[in-house]
């Protein structure tokens, strides 16, 4: 059967050539996977524009395509250093919180801590409140430390995974991961 | 208060629970216009070629009949006047000695 769908390096060749439009097809394919993992990373009110910045920087970036990986590989490193280029610029701007958990906050962390929690606690409230905790602790790290954390802690990923997205070498990534952990328990279990 | 280690496994679950649970945004086709515009808007770009592939095939194989004529050319010439280098340095040596001798000298460091 015939495909008519070009390939990632055949759209690439095309778009080096000169024909701007044929990006779209790269668009069309990688928008949902790109929104994927810039929804992880930033907040919801600013995942439509740090995605739109990936497609910009890809294709400023496509000239150096080499081709040695997929350009799905390559669309993703450039997304998630795309995410820690975000957190670098809004920590910059912005004031360290001063703020602490608040009463309800505290209470919730308790009680997850202390396993006095119920079933319908977990279902119901434990959503909204973790979010909020999480969020707490990881506003107090830097943007280094956070996205190690996020990568390594809480997506999973191998230190050579995330030291491949993020450009690191892999021993700087284990040791900001166990630093980074060790700052989050600190300002959870510290609370 | 102290922790155990079960204590804070169960933070983690929960907290990763939180995390993937996260409201996600979706792109619609007014983003995916933006994009585009903003794409459009920085013009064509074109493939860089790096220095090595100066070297490659298409660029050697290009220059090669323009050296193969100035080859020839070259050989004809020196077979028609008879460059013999021995002859050419000795009448340079006699011709300017000091001058030559420090070129050699100079050439030579």
Not at chain 1, 138 to 150: F, G, I, K, N, T
């Amino acid at each position: 059967m015939h495909n008519d769908t070009p390939n990632d390096a055949e759209i690439v060749r095309r778009v080096l050539e000169g024909d701007v439009n044929s990006f779209e097809h790269l668009l069309k394919k990688y928008k949902n996977y790109v929104f994927k993992i810039v929804n992880k990373h930033v907040p919801y009110d600013q995942v439509e524009e740090t995605a739109q910045d990936v497609f910009v920087r890809a294709y400023q970036s496509l000239p150096k395509f080499e081709g040695r990986s997929s350009f799905k590989q390559w669309l993703a490193k450039i997304t998630v250093r795309t995410c820690y280029d975000f957190w670098r610029k809004t920590y910059k701007n912005r004031e360290l919180p001063m703020s602490s958990l608040t009463e309800n906050q505290k209470d919730w962390l308790e009680k997850v801590i202390s396993d006095q929690a119920s079933q319908s606690f977990y279902e119901e409230v434990t959503r909204e409140e973790a979010r909020e905790v999480l969020n707490y602790a990881l506003d107090r790290l830097s943007s280094e430390d956070r996205m190690v954390l996020e990568l390594v802690y809480l997506e999973g990923l191998s230190g050579k995974e995330a030291a491949d997205l993020l450009g690191w070498s892999v021993a700087n990534v284990k040791v900001r991961a166990f630093r980074s952990r060790k700052k989050l328990h600190k300002l959870l279990v510290a609370n | 208060m102290k922790y155990f280690k079960n204590d804070l496994i169960r933070l983690k679950k929960v907290l990763l629970i939180a995390y993937h649970n996260k409201e996600n945004a979706e792109p619609g086709e007014p983003w995916q216009g933006s994009v585009m515009n903003q794409i459009r808007s920085i013009g064509p770009i074109y493939a860089e070629t790096p220095w090595f592939m100066l070297f490659d095939d298409r660029f050697v194989w290009r220059f090669a009949t323009a050296v193969c004529l100035v080859a020839m050319i070259l050989s004809v010439y020196v077979l028609q006047t008879g460059f013999h280098s021995e002859y050419e340095l000795a009448s340079l040596f006699l011709g300017n000695p000091l001058e030559f001798t420090l070129t050699q000298y100079f050439g030579a460091n």
